[in-house]
């Protein structure tokens, strides 16, 4: 299994504010997913549904915060092994899974580390990322990019991106 470690990379003042946020929760037990996911209950969508911030931590834990909170303060500040969001049903199974974090921009190739981990709680999972994208930094720019079918220009600039993950 591939092991890196992303550091955060997006904006410094995003990082700075999440210094005084509470990170996310650790999820080590299916009766603690489900006391979260009570907790925050008014988050629930309309199909029964909660959808969470999720990190995976440099030890491979999982934890979990409101959908709105950023990735950098759910993982207290420091590197992920992968990061995005996660939509639980009540009893607390994973349906859908993203790599959607433009904080820490985590590969596709993350997977392995969200399975392991939800596996350990255990949590039943859909096998892989249901939504996955790539992530490429500019190199004229600088700026963080989604490709998007295979397009690797920057949106910002048209400057080509890299085939190969970059930050």
């Known amino acids: 299994m591939q092991t890196r470690l992303y550091d955060y990379v997006g904006p410094s003042e995003i990082r700075d504010a999440a210094r005084s946020l509470p990170s ?33 931590d440099r030890n491979g834990c999982l934890l979990v915060a409101p959908r709105r909170s950023e990735h950098v303060a759910c993982a207290a500040g420091g590197p992920v092994l992968s990061a995005g969001e996660m939509t639980f049903t009540a ?13 820490f921009c985590p590969e596709p190739e993350s997977w392995p580390h969200v399975a392991a981990a939800l596996e350990s709680v255990p949590l039943p ?30 949106e910002l600039c048209g400057a080509s991106l890299p085939e190969h993950w970059n930050f």
């Open 91 to 103: 009893e607390g199974d994973v349906t859908e899974v993203s790599n959607q974090s433009t904080g």
């Open 125 to 154: 999972h859909p096998g892989g990322f249901t939504t996955s994208i790539v992530f490429r930094l500019c190199p004229g720019c600088r700026e963080r990019n989604i490709v998007k079918d295979g397009w690797f220009k920057c």
């Open 24 to 56: 996310g929760a650790f999820i080590r037990s299916k009766p603690d997913i489900v006391e979260w996911l009570t907790r925050h209950s008014d988050d629930t969508e309309i199909d029964g549904t909660l959808v969470a911030t999720f990190v995976i």
